[in-house]
Every structure is written in structure tokens, then in C-alpha cells.
């Protein structure tokens, strides 16, 4: 069909059915915590380094690098 990705292509972009993909539930536990655990630990260090209001580097040789 003209137009149309293959459907190996279509869920490399997330476009899947849900039974085309049989994740185990646990695995997706897994995924989404882990997820959760980069996003929180993304958030910490901003905070712990950079300035939010004015956006640099508390530290001068952190905003130089």
C-alpha cells in the first residue's frame, strides 16, 4: 500500500496494538520505575547545581564545562 510503513516500522514509532506487543506486566513495572527513578534523579540534580531563576551554574567550572 502506497503511503504506508510497514508494521515493524509503525511500532518502532509507537504505533502499536496492544496485543501485537505482549509485554510482561512485571516488565513494565520495571520500566516505568525505572523511568520514575531518571526523572527524580534528573530533578535533584538541577536543583542541587543550578540556579532555576536566573538558569547557570552554581559552581563556576560546572557552567564553564
Known amino acids: 500500500m502506497m503511503g504506508h510503513g510497514t508494521q515493524k516500522n509503525a511500532s518502532k514509532l ?5 496485543t501485537e506487543i505482549s509485554k510482561d506486566p512485571e516488565d513494565e513495572v520495571n520500566d516505568y520505575l525505572m523511568r520514575a527513578i531518571d526523572a527524580r534523579s534528573i530533578d535533584h540534580l ?5 540556579n532555576s531563576m536566573l538558569l547557570f551554574f552554581k559552581n563556576g567550572s560546572l557552567e564553564r564545562k
Open 46 to 50: 538541577r536543583s542541587e547545581h543550578c
Open 14 to 18: 509507537g504505533f502499536t496494538d496492544a
